[in-house]
Structures are given as structure tokens and as C-alpha cells.
């Protein structure tokens, strides 16, 4: 009895010992980055903390349109994404018509087809529409998106049918038992969703490289890529626009973490 209580006590010894070192990994240079931010040599050989390296990022960066910008794109996707997502993922989790199973397997397949792939085709019909160099040029060709369907749709079937038969025999039609019950009982799914969609359009560059040209249109991205450029030698003005341009998402993500963890941990599990 004894030896087994310590192996047992070994064992979580040894497990929180390479937790903390695989977190101490991960945060190094998370860390180094953070630290090389505040620094600015002085004229000794040494280093001082300050906060002038961000207040210089910020101005010469022009951020605060930037900010702006990626906040509208990435919310636009969002919205877009999440109201999507619930229609196709309801249709496809819960009603009963010819070829939904193929529909399922179009949209996986989706997930398989990179972007970068469809940039010509997309690229020719915004020009067509004359939506290049427009917001909406940042946020059309990923109103929709295969993963966001594929989610709420297997999220829906871990909620039991019962409740919808009951909102059914009182009266309820598929718009109000889809709004007033199934979209309320996957709010985890829904959150989950919205973080993946936001951070992915906050930290996207390839859309605003190749449809827009304008100025006023950057995002925080481009910028950022126009920063590195500048300041090939001025590590602590880069590390700084680093992490101006990571606080939001890094903020968004610690604020819904719990709803995130759970969205994730019961996706896939069916009643």
C-alpha cells in the first residue's frame, strides 16, 4: 500500500515537472519578446525599461486606423460566419432531405481546399462585382466556412431531440425552436466559433496583400509587415508593434477561454 502511494506521488512529481518545463518553453520566448519591448540600450552597454518604445510604435505605425480596420473586417466575418454556420449546421444536423449526407461531405471537403488555391477565381469576381479595394473585399470571400458548419453542426446533435418535439407540440416553428432553444444551448459552440473566426481575420494577411491597395484599408497585419520592413535593425520598436498588435486577441481569447473549452469538449458528442 505504501509503494503504491508513492509511485503515485512520483508520478504526479514527474507529470508537474514536464508541465512546467513544457510551459516554461512556451513562454520563453514569449517572454523575451515582452522583455526586448521595454528595452532600449542606454549609453553605457546597458538596457532600460520604457515605455517610449510603444508610444513610438503606436504613431509611427498608424495603428489606430489599422486597429479599426481589422476590428471592422474581422467582426464582419464573424457575424457573417456565425449566422451561417447556424442555419447550415441546423439544416444539416436536424432536417431530413435528399442529399444531406453528400452536402456534409461537400463541406468537409471544403476544409481541405487552402484559400490561396481560390485567390484567382475570388480575385476576378470582386473585380467584376468592383469590390476590390473595399471593405467588403475583406470580408466576403470568408463569409462562409466549412469548419464553422461542420462545428455547430455536430454541437446540435449533442442536444437532445426531445426538447425540440416539446417546443414542437406548443407550437413552435423551426425559426423559433432554432433562435429561442437550439441557439442558446450552443452557446459554447457559438463563442468557440467566434474566437477561432476573430482571430483568424485579426491575424490574416494574405486577403489585405492581395485585394486591397489602398491606405486607409490597411489592417493590423499589413501594417505590422510594413513595420518589419522599416525596422529590419530596430528589434525593440518591432517586438513592441508585436505586441500592440496582439493584446485584442490575446484579451478576446482569456475572456471567453471557458466558454472555449467547453465548446470544444463536447463538439462530436452525440446523444
Known amino acids: 500500500m505504501k509503494t503504491t502511494i508513492e509511485r503515485e506521488k512520483i508520478l504526479v512529481g514527474l507529470s508537474w515537472t514536464l508541465l512546467l518545463l513544457g510551459a516554461g518553453i512556451v513562454l520563453l520566448p514569449l517572454f523575451v519578446v515582452l522583455l526586448t519591448s521595454f528595452s532600449t540600450p542606454n549609453a553605457v552597454g546597458g538596457t532600460n525599461l520604457t515605455l517610449a518604445n510603444y508610444q513610438e510604435a503606436w504613431h509611427r505605425g498608424g495603428f489606430?486606423?489599422?486597429?479599426?480596420?481589422?476590428?471592422?473586417?474581422?467582426?464582419?466575418?464573424?457575424?457573417?460566419?456565425?449566422?451561417?454556420?447556424?442555419?447550415?449546421?441546423?439544416?444539416?444536423?436536424?432536417?431530413?432531405f435528399p442529399g444531406r449526407q453528400t452536402l456534409l461531405l461537400i463541406v468537409i471537403a471544403t476544409l481541405v481546399i487552402p484559400f490561396q488555391l481560390l485567390v484567382i477565381p475570388i480575385f476576378l469576381v470582386l473585380k467584376w462585382g468592383h469590390l476590390l479595394n473595399t471593405y467588403w473585399a475583406l470580408i466576403l470571400p470568408t463569409a462562409v466556412n466549412g469548419f464553422g458548419i461542420f462545428l455547430l453542426r455536430q454541437y446540435f446533435l449533442t442536444i437532445p431531440v426531445e426538447l425540440e418535439e416539446?417546443?414542437?407540440?406548443?407550437?413552435?416553428?423551426?425559426?423559433?425552436?432554432?433562435?429561442?432553444?437550439?441557439?442558446?444551448?450552443?452557446?459554447?459552440?457559438?463563442?468557440?466559433?467566434?474566437?477561432?473566426?476573430f482571430i483568424g481575420e485579426w491575424n490574416d494577411l494574405f486577403k489585405p496583400l492581395v485585394f486591397t491597395t489602398k491606405a486607409e484599408l490597411k489592417t493590423?497585419?499589413?501594417?505590422?509587415?510594413?513595420?518589419?520592413?522599416?525596422?529590419?535593425?530596430?528589434?525593440?520598436?518591432?517586438?513592441?508593434?508585436?505586441?500592440?498588435?496582439?493584446?485584442?486577441?490575446?484579451?478576446?481569447?482569456?475572456?471567453?477561454?471557458?466558454?472555449?473549452?467547453?465548446?470544444?469538449a463536447t463538439t462530436g458528442i452525440k446523444n
Open 64 to 96: 489606430l486606423l489599422a486597429f479599426a480596420n481589422s476590428t471592422l473586417v474581422a467582426l464582419g466575418v464573424t457575424a457573417f460566419q456565425v449566422i451561417t454556420s447556424a442555419l447550415a449546421g441546423y439544416a444539416l444536423a436536424r432536417l431530413h
Open 166 to 197: 416539446s417546443a414542437a407540440l406548443d407550437g413552435a416553428n423551426r425559426w423559433q425552436i432554432l433562435w429561442q432553444i437550439m441557439l442558446p444551448l450552443a452557446k459554447p459552440a457559438l463563442i468557440t466559433l467566434f474566437l477561432f473566426t
Open 220 to 264: 493590423v497585419q499589413l501594417v505590422l509587415a510594413e513595420f518589419q520592413e522599416q525596422f529590419t535593425s530596430g528589434w525593440s520598436l518591432l517586438m513592441a508593434a508585436v505586441v500592440i498588435s496582439s493584446i485584442p486577441v490575446i484579451g478576446l481569447f482569456l475572456i471567453g477561454q471557458k466558454q472555449f473549452i467547453r465548446g470544444i
